[in-house]
């Protein structure tokens, strides 16, 4: 069974790790929420959602989803792997913030002293989850199959030039929609990396050799795992 979880061999693997996914993703949402809270300026992408947040009067969650499924649908059209996980990535992570949010889980930090802390610990929390949310093996996150999607056609530029220039224009647009940009844009741009390198390194996980199932593949397993049922004793 441990092979067929890690490879995602039957409905059962798939769906436990959909289930690992999720709760991976809920408490990634706890580390973004943090960080917001931190009250010392948001992560790139969250200038972003904050911004639209604030400009068409809606839910933070709800501004992530439109941003996640927009990558989505970018990354489905550079024809890059897509998988379930990326699915439960675009709905969870923002419906998990509008959940602390709404319970009032930690106050807004009023200086830096206390928002470094908090924001530190935020992006600590997004590394280890990030760890168990790859080791299901069901897809990256659409903002990361963005990136790799967008390396591999400019090959003449490095991958970290087009992160950078990734991050500065989600950040730029949200700035002019009125998203908060200060000292933690800057501790999330430059420190998420690293803090997510020695979070794996401490797992002794190697990222680049997880082999994500694809949606199509995922929905075969499914597809068989029911004929099967329906006919047992048969192959389907």
Known sequence: MKNNLREN??????ALNMLLAAASLFANGF??????????????????????????GILYGTASIA??????????????PIGIAMFIDAIVVGKAVDFFNMIHAVPTCGTLLTGIPVML????????????????????GPRDTLLVGLAKRVRCVPIGL????LLSLATLIGWLLGGPVGVGTLICAFCTGPIMQLAFTTVRFDATGVRHQRLSDSAKVFFHGAF???????RA
């Open 31 to 56: 580390g973004v929420y943090l960080t917001i809270q931190a009250g010392i300026g948001a992560g790139p992408w969250d200038v972003l959602n904050l911004g639209l947040s604030r400009t068409l």
């Open 162 to 165: 087009v992160s950078i220039t």
């Open 121 to 140: 610990a935020g992006l600590v929390i997004m590394a280890y989850t990030q760890y168990t949310y790859m080791i299901a093996s069901l897809g990256c």
């Open 67 to 80: 941003v996640s499924l927009t990558i989505l649908l970018i990354d489905i059209l550079l024809k890059e």
């Open 9 to 14: 061999r039957t409905p059962t693997a798939i």
């Open 228 to 234: 099967r049922k329906a006919h047992p004793g048969t």
